[in-house]
């Protein structure tokens, strides 16, 4: 019962942080399709044609990715099962170091800028302002993400330890046995209360026998 209880819990702690990331992910798309919205508008009454945005679709594209991790971390946390648990840490591990080396990679280079192609929409130079100008809120949304992430990897971890609830399979199992036995029942209940045995009339048939014998003599 208490094993029980503490998967209960670490399965919701589980899906509390993986709600987190699934929360940017969706704020992530939400950005994403409104730059998308206001790119079109300025390229709507020109003839030219522009290069694709790649900072619009990379954003829209990792918003996507974000909300399909938090399903996948929902299915794994609900049913713990090992190898879920095992694909969905490895692809959190796997996104920290991305956003790992990518924020290094700002910090320590000083023409990091070079290493993105150029935007056509200029977003891309937008978003830097905006990070600019709100660092402190940025920065306290993106570690809130991180440690999210790691917390999902943390409790990940101790669900696959535990593993999934053995109890509630032995519970339906017994389930599953008691109707098995039920026809028995069902056979007696058939015959009525005056059914008798065969053995048992053959007894009081020779009971009855052997006392008129006795009158007779």
């Not at 150029?118 to 937008?126: A, I, V, Y």
């Not at 053995?166 to 098995?180: G, K, Q």
């Amino acid at each position: 019962m208490a094993g029980r209880m503490v998967r209960s819990c670490v399965q919701t702690a589980l899906k509390a942080a993986n709600s987190v990331v699934g929360l940017a992910g969706m704020a992530v798309i939400l950005y994403a399709l409104w730059m998308l919205r206001a790119w079109y508008r300025e390229v709507a009454d020109l003839d030219q044609r522009f290069p694709v945005p790649w900072f619009i679709y990379t954003f829209l594209g990792l918003g996507i990715f974000m909300c399909l991790l938090t399903c996948s971390g929902h299915i794994a946390a609900e049913t713990a099962n090992g190898h879920c648990l095992s694909c969905y840490m490895i692809i959190v591990f796997v996104l920290i170091i991305l956003e790992g080396a990518i924020t290094m990679d700002v910090f320590l280079n000083t023409n990091w800028e070079e290493d993105f192609p150029p935007d056509p929409s200029g977003k891309f130079d937008e978003f830097k302002d905006f990070v600019r100008s709100n660092f402190e809120i940025c920065e306290c949304v993106g570690l809130s993400v991180v440690a999210a992430q790691v917390l999902s990897i943390i409790l990940g971890m101790v669900l696959r330890t535990l593993g999934p609830d053995r109890e509630a399979d032995y519970d339906s199992d017994d389930d599953t046995t008691v109707p098995a036995r039920l026809p028995l029942l069902r056979n007696q209940s058939q015959h009525g209360p005056d059914y008798a045995e065969p053995n048992t009339s053959r007894r009081s048939d020779s009971w009855k026998l052997r006392i008129l014998d006795k009158v007779n003599n």
